[in-house]
């Protein structure tokens, strides 16, 4: 499989290592130092700045190139890339976070976001960690996790702007590739779900998997498409 990178920062550089490893063939690698870079690909995936998202993502799916996508930070435009790749009869995927173990974990979210939904006393906060490199706060995953607690609307805020839903604090640190924690809280006690990610190797490894599943497929998917869940 012939992939283009759209992004060559550290997870760009990881999924080339791994992409490799399975026997494919990097044909671009499209970042700030070579944006223009013409190309031919069986799938893209980006992982550029939140800023090149949509203008990677877009060229892509009009050369009718199936496009994966993990960038967060850009997604006020998902619906206009949903719509194009429907107009081109294109394919297009996107993950907040393409780790195995991170999908599992929105899975077990849910169920326990459903359980404690019946359980007044109890009220549900969010905390993510990150390296300094990471842009956008919250992450995307955080968000996706916020969205599956019924509870508190399927909302969110971040602490520090006081607003209505699922507080998420947002912490950045040096070289931590993610954790993320979901607290339900009462006077009583609490109960928390953790997700620690020890490298980027899961992110990366989720991301190729993607593109190996989308080759030849047609339409608008989400990792629960590729892991049937």
Known sequence: MKIALLGYGRMGQAIEKIAIDRGH???AKIDKDNPDEAY???VAINFSVPMAAYENITSAIDKKIPVVCGTTGWLDRLDEVETLCQQNEGAFLYASNFSLGVNLF????VKLADMMQKQPLYTA?????HHTQKLDKPSGTAITLAEGIPSAGNVWH????NGEGVPITSIRKDEVPGTHTVTHRSEIDEISITHTAHNRTGFALGAVIAAEWIQDKKGIFSMRDVLQL
């Not at 929105?106 to 979210?109: A, D, I, V």
């Not at 906060?125 to 960690?129: A, K, L, Y």
């Not at 971040?158 to 702007?161: C, F, G, I, R, T």
Request: net charge negative.
């Open 125 to 129: 906060s969010i905390e993510e960690i």
């Open 40 to 42: 031919e690909a069986d």
């Open 25 to 27: 063939t990097i044909v």
């Open 106 to 109: 929105f899975e077990l979210n």
């Open 158 to 161: 971040l602490v520090e702007d």
